[in-house]
């Protein structure tokens, strides 16, 4: 059916939707909403992919339109809410606009990733998504407790700067990073920090469970861990 090809278009639409509207709920100073709407965003980013496998509904607008899409809810976004972040601390401060650079480099990995056909079973480079909940999850748990250590990392005039401008040099390196895309035909290598990935993850939520900390805390260390993972894993194949 012709309506069956629209699905996932709909559905990358509606990443696109929670993407602006978290952008409106960062600037004013809803970083709660925001990283919510993020969540969300994730979510139907995952469903848009899925539904074009699973209905057979490729497109070229719809890889493009999924593209212009992760952008704003994946690049834009995080950058929005780490300078909101910042600028309750450091108010009209110059280096408070560092993390937008998080949007330039976004772009320019998405780009890549639409001309390389290197990356179809796995990334080069920190994928926009991963970026994202880094900044995302941490943004919230400062905004959760400004007496928690995100919220004294947030009251530093540089740290966040440094840690924007690293990422944006991680989205557009070669380093190899996994994708959770379980595909035949994987390394050894792939799999076992695939297990290794799942295992930090379950360890991270139950401990967050276990301490009654909000879950936000668990999705940034899921994320850093991934980094991590990929960075020794880069390092000892060297």
């Excluded at 925001?34 to 848009?48: E, Q, R, T």
């Excluded at 994928?127 to 928690?148: E, K, Q, R, W």
């Excluded at 695939?194 to 260390?221: D, K, N, P």
Aim: glycine share 6%; charged share 15%; hydrophobic share 55%.
């Amino acid at each position: 059916m012709r309506i069956v090809k629209h699905i996932p278009n709909t559905i990358t639409s509606m990443n696109l939707l929670c993407g602006v509207l978290g952008v409106m709920s960062a600037l004013k100073g809803n970083l709660d909403t925001a990283f919510y709407l993020m969540l969300i965003g994730a979510l139907c980013d995952f469903c848009d992919g899925l539904a074009a496998r699973t209905l057979n509904a490729y497109s070229d607008l719809g890889k493009e339109l999924d593209s212009l899409a992760d952008l704003i809810t994946f690049g834009l976004l995080p950058a929005i809410m780490l300078y909101k972040c910042m600028d309750i601390y450091h108010p009209g401060e110059w280096y408070c606009y560092i993390p937008l650079v998080i949007v330039i480099f976004s772009a320019i990995r998405l780009a890549k990733f639409n001309t390389d056909d290197r990356q179809t079973d796995n990334f080069l480079g920190l994928a926009t998504p991963a970026c994202a909940m880094i900044c995302g999850s941490f943004t919230y748990v400062a905004h959760l407790d400004i007496y928690n250590i995100a919220g004294a990392v947030t009251a530093s005039s540089w740290i966040i700067p440094v840690a924007s401008v690293l990422l944006s040099i991680l989205l557009v390196s070669e380093i190899p990073m996994f994708s959770m895309k379980f595909c035949k035909g994987a390394s050894s290598d792939i799999k076992w920090m695939r297990i290794t990935f799942v295992a930090v993850a379950v360890i991270a939520v139950v401990a967050t469970l276990i301490m009654g900390q909000h879950f936000s805390h668990a999705v940034l260390f899921i994320f850093l861990a991934y980094i991590l993972i990929n960075i020794i894993h880069a390092i000892v194949k060297r």
